[in-house]
């Protein structure tokens, strides 16, 4: 384990695996173990959990990218022959905790994909708000040829990006999707050059930063939920958050602005 504090900013202890920095008020954490390709053992997966769950005020909004040539390859398979059937339930547990603090944290999260972003990488990277992706990114789920299944909250975010179809196939065949192919199923929002990622990570965290606090709060923690309602609660609870949104300060004082001509227009960018 290593402070993170003193060099970082964030008074966190983290294993060798992870690396935490602040540049002002975004986190970038760094998935560090390319020498196994950013495969996640069991400390890397506490130590995304105690970032999440630890990270100072201040901070607006989080980027994960990973060293090296790849995101992320996914569950570090040499752990998994130790375990017996409950302590791999466990196992997939933890995943669980520490995915969900990312999808219903305190700020939204932006992943920055380059080489392989498979299996668990995948799942980390689909419990992100935004996904740019270079274009030396591709996507796979090995789990089906290794003889596992996902345990990292693939089965319930992948299907919802990008199809149920989709994901029986990328598992039963060992299909393999390109970052062009990615960018057009919704597996990323934006695609950028070979080492453009982190730059693009960075600006689009700036601008989720700037926005109110109660506007990142409800598309984060609110309309994941609404979209999963029946209409009827999905419209109360609609009008229910708009109005809380529309009833705060920020809010007012954006509105004045736009209306004192002191705010920019909504143009094409
Ligand atoms: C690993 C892992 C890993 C690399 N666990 N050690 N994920 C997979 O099935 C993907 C497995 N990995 C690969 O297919 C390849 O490593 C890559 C395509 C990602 C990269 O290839 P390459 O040629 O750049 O690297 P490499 O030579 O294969 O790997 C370098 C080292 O990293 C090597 O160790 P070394 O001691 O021989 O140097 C690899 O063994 C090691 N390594 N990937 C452990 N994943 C919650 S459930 C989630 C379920 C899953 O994620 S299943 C999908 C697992």
């Known amino acids: 384990m290593s402070a993170a504090k003193s060099r970082s900013g964030f008074d966190i202890q983290l294993p060798r695996s992870l690396k935490a920095e602040r540049r002002d008020d975004i986190g ?15 400390p890397t997966v506490l130590g995304i959990e105690t970032f999440f769950a630890s990270l100072p005020e201040g901070i607006k909004a989080v980027v994960v990218r990973g060293e090296g040539e790849h995101f992320c390859s996914g569950l570090d398979l040499g752990e998994l022959t130790a375990r017996n059937i409950p302590q791999g339930i466990a196992h997939s547990r933890n995943w669980h905790r520490a995915f969900e603090r990312i999808e219903f944290g305190k700020v939204p999260v932006v992943a920055v994909l380059h080489g392989a972003v498979v299996g668990g990488g995948l799942e980390i990277a689909a419990a992100c708000h935004i996904r740019v992706a270079e274009t030396s990114a591709y996507y796979a789920l090995p789990e089906g040829s290794r003889g596992i299944f996902v345990g990292g909250g693939g089965a319930v975010r992948l299907p919802r990006l990008i199809g149920t179809a989709r994901m029986t196939d990328m598992m039963l065949t060992g299909r393999t999707y390109g970052a062009e192919e990615g960018q057009a199923i919704g597996l990323s929002h934006y695609l950028v050059a070979p080492g453009a990622g982190l730059a693009k990570g960075i600006e689009l965290a700036e601008r989720i930063a700037g ?4 506007t990142n709060f409800a598309v984060m923690q609110v309309l994941p939920r609404i ?9 109360l609870t609609e009008a229910l958050i708009s109005a809380i949104a529309q009833g705060d ?14 705010a920019p227009k909504t143009l094409r960018n």
């Open 249 to 262: 300060d920020e809010a007012k004082e954006r509105l004045k602005a736009f209306l004192e001509k002191r």
């Open 211 to 214: 926005n109110a606090p109660m």
């Open 227 to 235: 979209a999963e309602s029946d209409p009827a609660t999905g419209y």
């Open 28 to 42: 970038i954490l760094s998935l560090a173990r390319p020498e196994k390709r950013n495969a996640i053992d069991d």
